[in-house]
């Protein structure tokens, strides 16, 4: 096989394939699409905000930029217990539509993985009175995190996660 054909089918096998960070809350693993990670920031400094829902364990600044945290243990009803300084990795969220930077503080960043298409299959909101934020799931292996909806489900007051659907 020629070179030219060796790159053409590792172009098309990229194309089928998505990019995800892999973290874990408590003994959860989480999967957010890579495109939608704007930053990694270890053990930010956090400020309370007073009478703020009990997922947001406050905000930081990065970079002259406010952002809010979304604390991931709380979510998933783990023992959270966070102080002023946040133990764990804050994945900082983008997207044009967030009005507000956020970001979700994870115990562990557990790396980078590409995942072929066929791997990727989406969930029903099984519960649309109790939402969940995951729209997917990769091999059984871990729940495709969307941000938009935490973020919506948060501002709404319906936070609360599991992922035992």
């Given amino acids: 096989m020629s070179q030219s054909r060796s790159d053409d089918a590792d172009a098309i096998a990229r194309k089928h394939r998505v990019e995800f960070v892999h973290v874990r809350i408590d003994t959860e693993r989480w999967a957010i699409e890579r495109g939608r990670v704007r930053r990694l920031v270890r053990t930010p400094q956090l400020t ?3 009478r703020a ?14 952002t809010a945290v979304i604390d991931g243990r709380t979510l998933c009803g783990a ?10 990795t804050l994945v900082v969220f983008e997207g044009p539509q967030l009005e ?4 979700l503080l994870v ?3 557990q790396g980078i993985e590409s995942h072929s298409v066929d791997q990727i299959s989406a969930v029903a909101d099984e519960r649309p009175q109790s939402p969940s934020y995951h729209c997917a799931r990769i091999d059984e292996t871990a729940w495709v995190l969307d941000p938009n909806r935490l973020i919506d489900a948060i501002s709404t007051g319906n936070a609360s996660v599991t992922s035992d659907q």
């Fill in 48 to 50: 309370r905000i007073p």
């Fill in 53 to 66: 829902p009990a997922p947001i364990a406050g905000a930081t600044e990065q970079s002259g930029t406010v």
């Fill in 79 to 88: 023992d959270a217990g966070r102080g002023q300084q946040a133990d764990g």
């Fill in 100 to 103: 507000q930077r956020t970001g």
């Fill in 107 to 109: 115990d562990h960043v």
